[in-house]
């Protein structure tokens, strides 16, 4: 069966400092892969996702994430963390586009000024 | 920009109650989810809908679950005797369909919260 390992529960970055959240994924062939954020009592935005070709992905607020197939890991990246991308953030995949997500365990992000 | 709306925002019922979530996807997609969030744990899928008919389900998805599209906007989940194990948060999501560059992204709404006493 698919998983989702986010190893990180938490994590605390200063303002101004590089962010890097893990995501590795178990499964057979190379799924869809995605990474959204929550931020409190909110719903799920989605920063990014990856189907095929460039590796390396960028998304929206900054974001960017890089398969790496020997890895199986899709690894989060920003390189200057501002006070408002504290939030939590989830990993997810899909086998193909239309099936369901299957979400880590989530990765909060604490900003220290 | 489009948005997948979700109502109500939070619902507080007792043990043994019906419930029922609604949700209007984003209007020319196709595929519909629903998810759930307990608090403090990852988000979890239920089941997913196209072309009218269910087309996967978790085995959180037991027989106390449905899902229905009773007209052409809305999408509900109905819960028939809930549980205290029940109280989560559930969000709706949809997709477009093969054919457009952006058809597998899933939008989310932006949550229910179900409180069950």
């Known amino acids: 069966a698919q998983s989702v390992t986010q190893p990180d529960i938490h994590i605390t970055v200063s303002e101004g400092a590089s962010l890097e959240l893990r995501c590795n994924y178990s499964y057979g062939a190379t799924p869809y892969l995605f990474w959204y954020v929550q931020s409190p009592g909110q719903g799920l935005q989605l920063l990014l996702k990856y189907f095929s070709g460039d590796t390396l992905v960028q998304g929206i607020k900054g974001f960017e994430a890089e398969f790496k197939r020997s890895q199986s890991s899709f690894n989060l990246r920003k390189p200057s963390v501002h006070w408002s991308d504290a939030a939590e953030y989830f990993c997810?995949?899909?086998?193909?586009?239309?099936?369901?997500?299957?979400f880590g365990t989530g990765t909060r992000l604490l900003v220290s000024p | 920009e489009p948005e997948v709306t979700q109502t109500p925002s939070h619902q507080v019922t007792q043990m043994g109650q019906e419930v029922i979530l609604r949700c209007v996807p984003i209007?020319?997609?196709?595929?519909f989810y629903w998810y759930r969030q307990i608090l403090g744990q990852k988000v979890e899928f239920l089941v997913s809908?196209?072309?009218?008919?269910?087309?996967?389900k978790s085995e959180i998805f037991d027989d106390q679950f449905s899902v229905e599209r009773p007209d052409g906007s809305n999408f509900t989940l109905k819960i028939r005797s809930t549980k205290l194990e029940d109280s989560a948060m559930y969000f709706c999501?949809?997709?477009?369909?093969?054919?457009?560059?952006?058809?597998?992204?899933?939008?989310f709404g932006p949550g229910t919260r179900l409180t069950v006493t």
């Open positions: 997810a995949v899909a086998p193909t586009g239309f099936q369901k997500l299957v």
């Open positions: 209007s020319n997609h196709l595929y």
């Open positions: 809908f196209y072309n009218n008919e269910i087309s996967e």
């Open positions: 999501a949809s997709s477009e369909g093969p054919g457009s560059g952006d058809d597998y992204e899933q939008y």
